[in-house]
């Protein structure tokens, strides 16, 4: 058992806790958008794609609505369980795996895209997450596309834990120690595997909590200023997404 799998209590309140209000809706845009800018180097919407980490397929969804075909891979039942329902009549053509994402039970050079978002920073360990992007590019076919998003260790903005929020505010059980990645890291893990790296895009400049704490008429605002910096300044966002591409064989 992974111990950073999320139990069924987090699973069942996952995306009404995170993604319900203004600010949570707001913020799933912006990821989607994100992913979208990825997936739109596809060459084709037949390309093989898995989630690593998709949770109650929140974002799983976004891309079978877009007209892709995607899997997940999750290590918490309960979460699968979430992404099911959700599915409902696209899940004839998803594969939901039970599994972790530094042992991918995949063969090398299988799909076409490989993605993971909000999975990262919760890993056990820094070598952990590291181990993670490996085995994502070693499943990754040849000129296939991988889309890492973390918790970036040069970031400016608010932290959880540094904010004392109110009662109704969440703070994940296994949240509480973020694994932070460089850049860099990335840079030189993509080098040594036969990758190279396409694009790197930052989002929530000011950090989430700055949006989750905003009043809401200030929301929409504060988010676009946010934006502006991002698009600025991506190497110092709280959130990076890095877009690797793997070598043709
Ligand atoms: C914050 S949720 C993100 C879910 C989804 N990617 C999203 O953005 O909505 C983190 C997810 O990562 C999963 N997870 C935790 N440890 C993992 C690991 N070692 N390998 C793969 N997934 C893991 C959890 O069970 C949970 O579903």
Redesign the pocket.
């Known amino acids: 058992m992974?111990k950073?799998?999320?139990d069924k209590e987090s699973?069942s309140s996952?995306d009404l806790k995170r993604f319900t209000t203004q600010s949570g809706q707001l913020i799933h845009e912006i990821?989607v958008s994100i992913l979208t800018e990825a997936l739109n180097k596809l060459d084709t919407k037949e390309a093989s794609i898995l989630?690593?980490?998709?949770?109650?397929g929140?974002?799983l969804i976004e891309v079978i609505l877009a007209g892709y075909k995607a899997n997940g891979?999750?290590?918490?039942l309960h979460?699968l369980t979430q992404s099911r329902k959700k599915l409902q009549s696209d899940l004839f053509q998803t594969k939901l795996v039970l599994?972790?994402?530094?042992h991918l039970p995949f063969k090398t050079n299988h799909y076409e895209f490989v993605y993971?978002?909000?999975?990262l920073n919760?890993?056990?360990s820094h070598l952990?997450a590291l181990d993670?992007i490996i085995e994502m590019i070693r499943i990754a076919k040849p000129n296939g596309l991988i889309l890492v998003e973390f918790m970036n260790h040069y970031r400016l903005g608010l932290d959880r834990r540094r904010v004392r929020l109110g009662p109704e505010q969440v703070v994940d059980r296994?949240n509480k120690k973020n694994i932070r990645l460089r850049p860099k890291e990335i840079f030189q893990i993509a080098k040594n595997n036969n990758s190279n790296v396409v694009w790197l895009r930052g989002a929530f400049f000011f950090g989430m909590t700055g949006l989750n704490i905003m009043p809401e008429f200030a929301i929409q605002l504060v988010s676009k200023v946010d934006q502006f910096f991002s698009k600025l300044f991506p190497g110092l966002c709280s959130r990076c997404y890095i877009l690797l591409q793997k070598d043709a064989a």
Do not use: H
Request: hydrophobic share 35%; net charge negative; aromatic share 8%.
């Open positions: 992974v950073t799998a999320y699973a996952y990821e989630e690593v980490g998709c949770g109650t929140r974002l891979l999750d290590p918490s979460m599994g972790e994402a530094a993971t978002i909000r999975v919760q890993t056990t952990y993670t296994v």
